[in-house]
């Protein structure tokens, strides 16, 4: 992102941090009640994300519809350079990492037989949807780096999006960060973090 010095995932390991904080407290709980999952993602950044929740719904045989907003999509060159589907499985699933980064932008594409994806290239400040979610990835730079994405406005804009029961799952646990959430109307628990992390943050939308 321009001006920007900050990392996409954490030193600690890119590929346990999402697996923790994003398929573990986020889709395999949400997937505990429902089998057809929409997500919305803040923040595509480098796919990563996305990734993985293909595989795990691959896996466990759950349909996703997965929209993510990026305002800033990361240079071809670099895209190029990115080895997470080599690193999972023997690459086994090389071929879908490929396939989302190959995805235009702004238009739903089939990536798998159960995953359909839509990259917003968009930001989170300007992005409304008629569609509901079931599952929000709040995976924004901190909100050090980045405080007008992490508000109460930001928080209410969100769940009015989301369905009753649905979750959003942060890798932050700044205790203003979930009073913000409580105002915008969220149900917040701390949960145990990934390594290098103490606690991470789930809520839902009773
Ligand atoms: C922590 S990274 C996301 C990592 C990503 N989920 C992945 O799996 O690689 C945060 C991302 O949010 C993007 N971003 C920053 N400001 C934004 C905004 N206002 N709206 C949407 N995306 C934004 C950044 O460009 C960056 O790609």
Known sequence: MPGLKENYHSIHGAIQESMHVFIEYGLREASKSIKDIRV???????GLNAFLTLIEAEKQQILIDYTTLEAYPIEESIIGHLNYGIQIENGKWTEY??????APWDSLTEISRGFSLIKVHASLLDF???DTFDLVYFDA??????PELWTAGV???LYKMMNRGG???TYCCKGYVKRNMQQAGFKTEKLPGPPGKREILRARKL
């Open 97 to 102: 990492f490929k396939k989302i980064h190959d």
């Open 40 to 46: 919305l993602e803040m923040g595509f950044g480098t």
């Open 155 to 157: 928080f209410e804009n």
């Open 167 to 169: 979750i959003l799952v």
């Open 141 to 146: 730079f901190a909100p050090e780096v980045q």
């Open 128 to 130: 409304s949807s008629s």
